[in-house]
């Protein structure tokens, strides 16, 4: 089993609907982070949570939310999607520290008409 | 700005061939440095990170990064490129504890 798991894998919805991408972890790690990945632009961070009381927004929030559930699942909301928002979406978790590298989900491919 | 650059968007190399893709990161104090995979479908896997002491690392599936402080420099090598190697590339860099900063992404094609 994966130990960092995102579900849907594929997800085509229609713009002004709500999205929920889950994901759930069985690292042990109390760190989580959503990532976009758009061609040319590499990954960019949506938000991050370091504890389940813990969120912050990252580089590119604006149209995005977050629940932090458990230590072990973190949710990324698209409250009304818009055609923008088409991407490729990454789970990640890592342990504390600088030194610490972060493990990748294998995507969920989000398209928005 | 804190940055990190892959100067190479897209490189083709005949399998067998040597590779080296190129990372650049602007920092101000000792970066903590990493080089990612990315196969198809998949996440992102680590290769290889670099903290402190020898500036060359070695990484799984082959793969070692020099470390050039003069250069700001962070480049990945392989010696001999199999087709499996066909993926993409990310350079990152841990400014802070708290999170990373990626570069562009190098996509890479092996030909037979």
């Known amino acids: 089993d994966a130990d960092v798991t995102q579900t849907p894998r594929n997800r085509i919805t229609k713009t002004g609907k709500r999205i929920m991408l889950e994901c759930s972890q069985t690292?042990?790690?109390?760190?989580m982070y959503w990532y976009r990945q758009d061609p040319g632009l590499g990954l960019r961070l949506i938000y991050y949570?370091?504890?389940?009381?813990?969120?912050n927004k990252g580089e590119i929030s604006d149209g995005y939310s977050v629940s932090r559930q458990a230590q072990a699942k973190f949710s990324l909301s698209l409250e009304s999607a818009i055609p923008n928002q088409t991407a490729l979406y990454f789970c990640?978790?890592?342990?504390?520290?600088?030194?610490?590298?972060?493990?990748f989900g294998d995507g969920t491919r989000l398209s928005i008409l | 700005a804190q940055s990190v650059t892959q100067p190479d968007i897209h490189i083709t190399v005949s399998e067998g061939a040597s590779l080296e893709l190129r990372c650049n990161y602007s920092y101000g104090a000792t970066p903590y440095l990493f080089w990612y995979v990315q196969s198809p479908g998949q996440g992102l896997q680590l290769l290889l990170k670099y903290f402190s002491g020898d500036t060359l690392v070695q990484g799984i599936k082959g793969f070692e990064a020099e470390f050039k402080r003069s250069q700001s420099s962070f480049n990945l090598r392989k010696p001999s490129v199999h087709w499996s190697d066909a993926a993409e590339y990310f350079c990152a860099v841990a400014l802070t504890d708290k999170k990373l900063v990626f570069g562009q992404g190098t996509r890479l094609t092996i030909n037979p």
């Open positions: 949570s370091f504890d389940v009381k813990d969120i």
């Open positions: 690292k042990g790690h109390d760190r």
């Open positions: 990640a978790t890592s342990a504390g520290g600088r030194n610490q590298p972060q493990h």
